[in-house]
């Protein structure tokens, strides 16, 4: 599968994940100790994973934008 293909993929589902934090932590009082956990804590182990890939996929741009020589300013 090439990377824009499971970019399209994983991009979407960070996103979903990013919002899956948010809304439990704003809502941890609200929700069980046990859906906490497996909401919050789980959810953010995945996130986590879910951006080293993210990072790996597009290593190649971050290392073309980190090594990018800045223009000689003009007179």
């Known amino acids: 599968m090439k990377t824009?293909?499971?970019?399209?993929i994983?991009?979407?589902?960070?996103?979903?994940?990013v919002l899956n934090q948010v809304l439990t932590a704003l809502l941890r009082d609200s929700l069980?100790?046990?859906?906490?956990?497996?909401?919050?804590?789980g959810g953010g182990i995945i996130?986590?994973?879910?951006?080293?890939?993210?990072?790996t996929l597009n290593w190649n741009w971050v290392r073309a934008n980190f090594r990018k020589k800045k223009a000689a300013p003009s007179p």
């Open 4 to 8: 824009n293909s499971l970019l399209k």
């Open 10 to 17: 994983l991009n979407p589902i960070l996103a979903v994940l």
């Open 32 to 41: 069980s100790l046990q859906a906490f956990a497996a909401l919050h804590q």
């Open 47 to 55: 996130l986590a994973v879910g951006s080293v890939l993210h990072l």
